[in-house]
DNA sequence: TTGAAAGCGCTAACAC
DNA sequence: GTGTTAGCGCTTTCAA
């Protein structure tokens, strides 16, 4: 009986080989993958000579590596990266941990385009991406993430109230890289906007404007946002203002209440003509709670957010806001990340923040 | 020399067991992991016994087994997950995949609000969540976040474009749940929105308020934004209103391009008093774009949108629309993943479309 | 150029 | 209860 090169794996050589391979315990059906073994012997070579066709080892001729190539493209064979990975002692999975408050802080569409920017950017180096968040009070579990083995290193999102868990993974050697604020006693790679300068263009921008009394909103406690203040103070004082108390509304990204906050403070009847809130989210709530209180932005009230999400320009008013370049982000983390896996010194990268003015403080 | 038990893996108690580990072929400086073997060595008993200890198996005393889980807690061990999923021909990890007209389409907050609830409940059942993007035009790729065994089964977002590869994957046995429309000839295990009700409950909405002319904004070549089309026209027939062509601009999901063609539409000066939109980002652009065309809404123009976004309620005029409930999402696309890869018989679940009532509609 | 054999870190029969 | 042994699917010496 003529043996096809694209039946399935079966096809044996010896008598040994005839015997079918244990079924797994799983009560599924069709569970039983090719593997390696199958394309060696209906190839009629060993299994060494497979994993060196396929991993284009300059050992095996071209013929056969074609031949072999095809054979398993025909059976739609994969590597069992687990497998590959134990022997190799090396993964090319890189584990990204978004960290917040709850686990709903994925909802900040400016982390999202991060996300997606670093997912992007291990789409080109063929790597794989496993996903998890995490909420405070634990912080032992970020170690866990990277001890189990599964990932070569980490990529964190969020660091505030981690600092001193990130430096500790980093004194460990633990690979990484974090977005966040530049903190001076850092161990471990970082990536981030240029806050300071980004809080000085959005209150400098408001102040040419001729803004005078600008409210800051955001909390100081948050390490990016503190930066921003700085800026924002600068600004201030460049122009001989000073920053007024009352005009500081501190909460916390991804805060749902973030609305009723704003409202809470409005009812204090503040004396102010401006807003530079330290995210777009806050920014539109403030936008909200505004016209809901006949304010007119941005005639009555400027507002600038921060972050330049993609919805901003589509807003009414169009909302003016610092832009955080999230795709070079998400490469630069990425690329950190490979240079601690490589043993490198860690470096930080500060990306420019810059002001996209729009109807919002025109 | 006396040996403390937290010392690092070296106590070796035989002679044997005293040489050192060989250290892989990093560059890297303390990749050196602690494993199983190690605390077995420690503890005094054979590396089975930790496995079974740490495992929670009923043969190992209480005693034992807490002096071992201690013992490892203390040198900060965790299993290497790699190698008990070899083992065990099993896995934990689920692939979740983007799938989008562009790598970019991560980019719709609604899609990230799934992504998220999917996260939750994978996280509730201690399970892992491998992230991957495909756009079109490579439909093997699909097949091969599977087939390299990394995987139990894969949730899918998004099938546009992919019922054919989807139907084919399934017809192989390989376990998946599948955000999208519940088309008749699936395959596969379904979860997704009441998309015609949805659609039903805008329109009859619109009607009541008014409106007459309600135009329609999305891709009927979309079958979810098909069947919200159908339910639009099971309303408007009801009202004794037929759907005007004029009134049906189509558009697609992530379409960065989406303000310039709701602009091209006005341009054409069509007659309408209401947009219902296929999704809360194509609503927004459509409100920016009448309002810079002095079209108020909602006195001139209702408009409604769809998903529900968490920022929907923080734009002006905030914005009605037809909430899909994402948190239920995550939980049955992961619920339907399990019972596919236990090999039950696939089924589909619908979930209720709620019409949130605005100011954009009011 | 190729194959045999060892072994990655773990779990599960099977024996004791 | 516990240890010994075998082996998950792959890669990589080493020898031919």
Redesign the pocket.
């Known amino acids: 009986m003529p043996r096809k090169a694209t039946s399935p794996p079966s096809g044996a050589t010896t008598d040994a080989a005839d015997q079918a ?2 079924r ?2 799983e009560s599924g059906s069709a569970r039983q ?1 090719v ?3 199958d394309i ?1 012997r209906m190839a ?9 066709a ?2 284009g080892s300059p ?3 071209e013929a ?1 590596r074609q031949r072999i190539t095809e054979l398993a493209r025909s059976l739609n ?4 990266v687990g ?2 990975n ?4 090396d993964t090319r999975t890189v584990g990204v941990v978004l960290l917040g408050e709850s686990l709903q802080a994925i909802s900040d569409p400016f982390i999202l385009s991060i996300l997606g920017a670093v997912g992007d950017r291990l789409d080109e180096l063929d790597m794989s991406l496993l996903l998890s968040r995490l909420k405070h009070g634990q912080p032992q579990q970020l170690a866990q993430r990277y001890d189990s ?1 599964q990932v070569l290193g980490l990529i964190v999102i969020g660091q505030t109230g981690w600092h001193d868990e990130l430096n500790r993974l980093a004194a460990r050697g633990v690979p990484m890289a974090v977005w966040g604020a530049c903190l001076s006693d850092a161990l471990y790679p970082v990536v981030g906007g240029d806050n300071e300068q980004g809080g000085y263009l959005a209150a400098s921008h408001l102040i040419r404007r001729g803004c005078q009394r600008i409210a800051f909103f955001g909390d100081r406690e948050h390490p990016e946002v503190a930066l921003r203040h700085q800026g924002y103070q600068r600004a201030l004082a460049e122009a001989g203002l000073t920053a007024d108390a009352a005009l500081y509304l501190p909460y916390r990204f991804g805060d749902e209440g973030i609305r009723a906050t704003v409202d809470a403070w409005l009812d204090g009847q503040p004396e102010f003509d401006a807003v530079f809130a330290a995210s777009d989210v806050a920014a539109m709530a403030t936008t909200a709670a505004l016209g809901d209180r006949e304010l007119r932005v941005p005639q009555q009230v400027k507002v600038v957010g921060y972050d330049d999400i993609a919805l901003a320009g589509h807003l009414r008013p169009s909302l003016s806001s610092v832009r955080q370049p999230a795709r070079e982000a998400g490469r630069a983390l990425v690329d950190l990340l490979m240079e601690a896996a490589d043993g490198s010194k860690h470096r930080t990268v500060m990306l420019p923040a810059v002001l996209v003015e729009r109807e919002s403080s025109r």
């Open positions: 391979r244990p797994g315990p993958r593997q390696m073994a060696a009629g070579v060993s299994a060494s000579t497979v994993s060196r396929l991993s050992l095996i001729p056969t064979y994969q590597i069992n497998a590959a134990l022997r190799k002692r083995g």
